[in-house]
């Protein structure tokens, strides 16, 4: 069966400091992957989504990136944090051209 | 453009009751999926539902049901026989197929909470 880890489960760190939250699949190969942050009591809104090694797609213009070195892995990345990057982040797959995302345990992000 | 309306921000419901917990969509795409997710206090989103735009049943899946109305743009969740566990926050999200990749658009969510 295929399982989906992210680590940490939880971080906080200072404004200007750097950010690094890994996301795993196992069990799939070639999924699509993808981030999403969540602001304290919202929906989910997509930041980055990727169909395959080093293919990226941004869906908003932010001080984030993303990168995707190997098939079931999936990193989200900043140089610089802000306050406003604070929320909880899901990693989530798809089978390519399925339907149903699964997501991964979430990170939940302080930045003070 | 995909857009998901939810408006009911909280929804209560008694133990061993049935709920409907509303969603509308608006795409212009012709074919679309629709899901419903449940976010416990936890933080996981725990897939429950999908409905294709062209299924000619409505889904269903164990106490959850989708009642889909393709003309009025509604995929409404029923939640049978609500047990406590069941509260949650529940999300209702549309896919679509955009450049080879499901792009999911997620509703604000319903708050359910069950009454013993």
């Known amino acids: 069966s295929q399982t989906i880890h992210q680590w940490p489960a939880t971080l906080v760190q200072p404004v200007g400091s750097p950010l690094s939250l890994e996301c795993t699949v196992e069990?799939?190969?070639?999924?699509?992957l993808y981030w999403y942050r969540q602001a304290a009591g919202r929906g989910l809104q997509l930041l980055f989504y990727?169909?395959?090694?080093?293919?990226i797609s941004s869906e908003v213009p932010q001080n984030l990136s993303a990168s995707r070195p190997q098939d079931r892995q999936f990193i989200l990345s900043s140089k610089k944090l802000l306050l406003s990057d604070s929320g909880f982040y899901l990693c989530?797959?798809?089978?390519?051209?399925?339907?149903?995302?699964?997501f991964g345990p979430g990170t939940r992000l302080t930045v003070l | 453009a995909q857009k998901i309306t939810q408006t009911q921000p909280g929804m209560f419901v008694q133990e061993k009751e049935a709920v409907t917990l509303d969603c509308t969509y608006d795409?212009?795409?012709?074919?679309?999926?629709l899901f419903w997710y449940k976010q416990p206090s936890s933080g996981e989103m725990i897939f429950l539902i999908y409905?294709?735009?062209?299924?000619?049943q409505n889904a269903t899946e164990g106490r959850y049901s989708l009642n889909f109305q393709k003309a009025r743009k509604s995929a409404n969740l029923v939640i049978s026989a609500s047990q406590l566990g069941d509260s949650a926050m529940y999300f209702c999200?549309?896919?679509?197929?955009?450049?080879?990749?499901?792009?999911?658009?997620f509703g604000i969510g319903t708050k359910l909470q069950v009454i013993p």
């Open positions: 069990g799939t190969s070639n999924p699509n």
């Open positions: 409905q294709g735009s062209y299924d000619q």
């Open positions: 999200a549309m896919s679509s197929n955009s450049g080879g990749y499901q792009k999911v658009t």
């Open positions: 990727s169909v395959g090694i080093g293919q």
């Open positions: 989530a797959w798809s089978v390519s051209y399925g339907n149903e995302q699964f």
């Open positions: 795409t212009s795409d012709p074919s679309y999926g």
